[in-house]
């Protein structure tokens, strides 16, 4: 079924198992999200962008159920299973019976001025809260077990492929927009500092630093309840599912995306002391001296994400021009990161 039939079909309230009186559609880069009642479905794009591949009903299966297992390590309560999307005589429904036309994530919906970006937005992220999520954090990522395989993903050579990946990817978007000039700059300086530290980066490899991370720690995938216990008052949803390589990582560049998030949206404080805690907690100060690097990684791929959504033509054209400012300031942010720890010989 055509991409643009299919979000149609399952943003009419008849399509749902239950009473539903409005659906919600949201779209990202990669998926369509629809908002029902107190659940929400998430359905895969049939897209291979080169960093992922959905092209298939089987393999949208696949990563469904990958989608599931591993967000269920963070948020155990939200991620309720992978549903059909089936047709029937009488149109397209989920969790019916019929031919099985895509497949969905099911999940809790959870309350969108609980994310810490909205938390942010309304001036309530403290220096304490964000302190507190670098250490569960922190504790996430010291259970995780470490092995050959994983370390291997975090050797230099793989991790230069994945942050060149992005600039690749992105050059036929921002390299020819507006920001052209700021994106080349970015790229420049990346590939200078990459250079800088591959002693460092395959030194961890080396002694089984990369864990299986997150992947995809921005402020919109936490939400912070204050009436709950902890650690059920913090929970992270949308961990990367699609690819190892983009999840088997130097948890160092997981927690950079959290870094770099809270700097884009103007609070480079509570970046610091965010940062200082999750080193604090797994004694990794050595890690410390990746964070500019990996944080104009993070900026880069939400650079790319950005202008991704500017060329999506199923995406309104509000939302495209907003998508563009945003992806601006993103490679203007990693451009500042990387120009943070230039040597003055390299400026040119």
Known sequence: MELSHLIKALADPTAYPFPVQ?????????????????????????????????????????????????????????????VPVVQTPTGVRLEGEGEV??????????????????????????????????????????????????????????????????FEQADPLA?????????????????????????????????GVPRECHGDLHLDHIYYFPDQPPPSNLVIIDCIEFSERLRFIDPVADIAFTAMDLTFHDRPDLA??????????????????????????????????????????DVPEAERNAARQRARKYWLLARAELESVTDPGDAR
């Open 272 to 313: 610091g002391a965010f940062a200082n805690t999750y080193f604090q907690a797994t004694r990794d100060e050595e890690g410390r001296t990746l964070i500019p690097l990996y944080t104009a990684y993070r900026s880069s791929v939400r650079g790319l994400v950005e202008s991704m959504l500017t060329a999506d033509h």
């Open 101 to 166: 036309v895509e497949w969905a994530v099911k999940m809790r919906r959870l309350p969108g001025e609980a994310t810490l970006l909205e938390h942010l937005r309304r001036g309530e992220v403290t220096v304490t809260l964000v302190e507190m999520l670098a250490r569960q954090i922190a504790t996430f990522h010291l259970g995780l077990e470490p092995n050959d395989r994983i370390a291997s993903f975090g050797r230099f050579d793989a991790v230069a492929r994945n942050i060149r990946d992005v």
């Open 175 to 207: 390299g020819a927009e507006e920001f052209s000039e700021i994106f080349n700059r970015t790229r420049q300086l990346m590939g200078n500092t990459l250079e800088r530290f591959r002693p460092l980066i395959d030194s961890r490899a080396a002694r």
């Open 22 to 82: 409005a659906v919600e559609v949201r779209q990202t880069h990669i998926s369509a999200v629809f908002l029902a009642g107190s659940f929400v479905y998430k359905v895969k794009k049939p897209i291979a962008p080169g960093f992922l591949d959905f092209t298939t009903l089987e393999k949208r299966q696949h990563f469904c159920y990958e989608e599931v297992q591993l967000n269920r390590r963070l948020a155990p309560d939200v991620y309720l299973g992978v």
